[in-house]
């Protein structure tokens, strides 16, 4: 307890304002000492965004930016590939022909999954329908394409999912090949 007491009795004194003075000439002479080092090249931020650019525009040929920023009126050095995706475009776009009556829930082209959500169709409000296409390939194949379909019956006033067999989700599957192969034809 005694400690404290000098420890208080110490720290009563008066800061000399020319010791900060000093202080602060001393940090900022040090931090500013740290900028000097002489960093390695593939540690500077600018030098590798430089870098990074040049290696880009030699990549892609020409400016980068929106779509709209690369257009030139009378030809250019620069191609657009246009937006890639990861599967086979034909079926791609066939699967979303095929149920685009029914609304989306998830489209994703790089995954190629296609998602809806449940569909009630106006002809029969106590059957509702479900579809997920899962596109495999980059290559337009029968096996490429993956179809799940639910279906569901209102009964008692709760859905009640319904065992539907193959049947219906093989034709499904031959409905979206065979607009695909319409689409590679044209």
């Not at 004194?13 to 900022?28: D, E, Q, R």
């Amino acid at each position: 307890m005694h400690y404290f007491k000098k420890f208080n009795r110490y720290s009563k004194h008066k800061i000399n304002f020319a010791n900060i003075i000093i202080i602060l000439f001393l940090s900022f002479s040090i931090s500013a000492c740290t900028t000097g080092i002489g960093m390695p090249d593939w540690m500077d931020a600018e030098k590798s965004r430089d870098r990074y650019e040049a290696r880009k525009q030699k990549k892609d040929g020409g400016p980068t930016g929106k779509i709209q920023d690369g257009i030139k009126l009378f030809g250019s050095d620069v191609k657009d590939s246009g937006a890639l995706i990861g599967v086979n475009a034909l079926l791609w776009r066939a699967s979303l022909d095929t149920i685009s009556f029914m609304p989306l829930k998830e489209a994703d082209p790089y995954g190629g999954i296609i998602m809806t959500e449940w569909y009630v169709n106006p002809n029969n409000p106590l059957e509702r329908s479900k579809v997920t296409v899962y596109i495999l390939d980059t290559r337009l194949r029968a096996d490429a394409l993956r179809v799940t379909l639910f279906i569901q019956n209102l009964q008692n006033g709760e859905w009640v999912n319904v065992n539907i067999g193959d049947d219906s989700r093989i034709q499904l599957e031959n409905t979206i090949l065979t607009r695909a192969r319409q689409m590679k034809q044209k």
